[in-house]
């Protein structure tokens, strides 16, 4: 299960305590608010695409949807989300688990700006049933993003 797999990674920073685990699942936007009992909008998503080969983890608002033409402009390329096969092999954390912690080395990781509205964000931990809650300053820590991006539309 990557849930261990954070929980190691965040070992370094003495944080794994921090991660939260659930007997519901929070594998959804939706159920991840219903568990963490927050507003969907605070739910950190970490949506997977292959971006020229790179296997990419975009970080966006839970109440905010990808615009195809905001991630063609970002990346010169269409939004190609990878299939549920794809996910776990190449991004290292299965479909409702995916996070920008602990991923395969070669992973790529952006924040989008609708992140930025909000003190506390609620990623998930590798698991469906999982999640830690970072301020902004520390999901940019802790994630190792490459670049805060605007690809989001309401």
């Known amino acids: 299960m990557s ?9 370094q920073f003495d944080m794994e305590a921090r991660v939260q685990e659930f ?17 969907p909008a605070r739910i950190a998503k970490s949506l997977s695409f292959m971006v020229f080969g790179i296997p990419t983890v975009i970080v966006i608002a839970g109440d905010v949807k990808v615009s195809n033409s905001k991630f063609k402009q970002q990346f010169n390329t269409k939004a190609k989300m990878l299939t ?3 996910v776990e092999a190449l ?12 991923v395969n080395d070669g992973v790529d990781v952006y924040l989008d700006v609708s992140l930025k509205k909000y003190d506390t964000v609620f990623p998930a931990c590798g698991s469906g049933n999982s999640a830690i809650e970072l301020t902004i300053s520390e999901l940019e820590r802790f994630s190792k993003f490459k670049e805060w991006v605007d690809i989001g539309q309401a």
């Open 3 to 11: 849930v261990i797999k954070v929980k190691e990674y965040f070992k």
């Open 91 to 102: 991004i290292g954390h299965k479909v409702g688990g995916v996070c920008p912690f602990a």
């Open 84 to 86: 549920f096969d794809e």
């Open 23 to 39: 007997d519901v699942s929070s594998a959804t936007v939706e159920l991840a608010a219903k568990a963490l009992h927050c507003e």
